[in-house]
């Protein structure tokens, strides 16, 4: 008999614990949005992301810096040797003026914007390629 009491007041305590204290709260009804959850896009907006990802600039820039010796000093969002590309992109305007000054920079070399450490030239690299490359992490910035 001590078990069943014990067993009826431990059922009794977990529902009164459970319960919704007296207060009765009526539920609206809330229609869902319909989202992609990956991307977070309603159906008709475009994903500006995607629209970049699938330009050329992007797609060759990403291509020569993937190929290039950047990635031992650089990173898309983190800091490494040098500045992130993302740090990078909303830093400067994107300006022709400043693509060419960045992308001369990438052939030249550099010192002192970002600190101390010397970024490595890259006299082989052609301007075209240099810019396409800045445009790629022009891509990068925040919006």
């Keep these: 008999m001590k078990r069943f009491i014990i067993l009826f007041s431990a059922i009794a305590v977990v529902f009164f614990a459970c319960g919704d204290g007296g ?10 949005k319909e989202t992609n959850l990956k991307t977070g896009e309603k159906p008709g907006e475009k994903n500006e992301s995607q629209d970049i990802k699938n330009s050329a600039d992007y797609k060759k820039g990403l291509s ?3 190929k290039s010796d950047c990635i031992t000093c ?9 500045p992130s ?6 830093k400067y305007e994107n300006t022709e003026e400043n693509r060419e000054m960045l992308a001369g920079k990438i052939i ?6 970002w600190g ?6 890259h006299k ?20």
């Design 108 to 113: 030249d070399g550099g010192k002192g914007v």
């Design 116 to 121: 101390d450490v010397l970024m490595t030239p």
């Design 124 to 143: 082989g690299l052609s301007k075209d390629d240099a810019l396409t490359m800045v445009k790629y992490i022009m891509t990068l910035k925040n919006n």
């Design 64 to 66: 020569l810096v993937a």
């Design 23 to 32: 207060e009765k709260v009526e539920k609206e009804d809330v229609p869902l």
């Design 85 to 90: 590309y993302r740090d990078i992109a909303n």
């Design 74 to 82: 650089h990173a898309v969002d983190s800091k490494l040797i040098g």
